[in-house]
């Protein structure tokens, strides 16, 4: 299932796989990279809120809270 336009998530027996959507360097074409590998769906939520607060950098508070809101009405 995709998350808006930047992640997915998929599914098989043993796991539940967080992709991040990227661009090819040599062909410009659209990939999907694996950023990690989680035992639930929640939890794979969880870690993609992670990394997307880390990539605000952390630069306030209102920065790390405003982008914590919009990952939740995406969710």
């Not at 959507?21 to 794979?44: Q, S």
Request: aromatic share 6%.
């Amino acid at each position: 299932m995709e998350i808006g336009k930047r992640w997915k998530i998929e599914s098989d027996p043993l796991n539940v796989t967080l992709f991040k959507r990227g661009t090819n360097r040599k062909t410009g074409a659209d990939t999907w990279k694996v950023e990690g590998y989680y035992p639930t769906i929640k939890a794979a939520l969880h870690g993609m809120v992670e990394m997307e607060i880390k990539t605000t950098e952390l630069r306030d508070l209102q920065t790390v809270d405003d982008k914590i809101t919009e990952l939740h009405k995406l969710i």
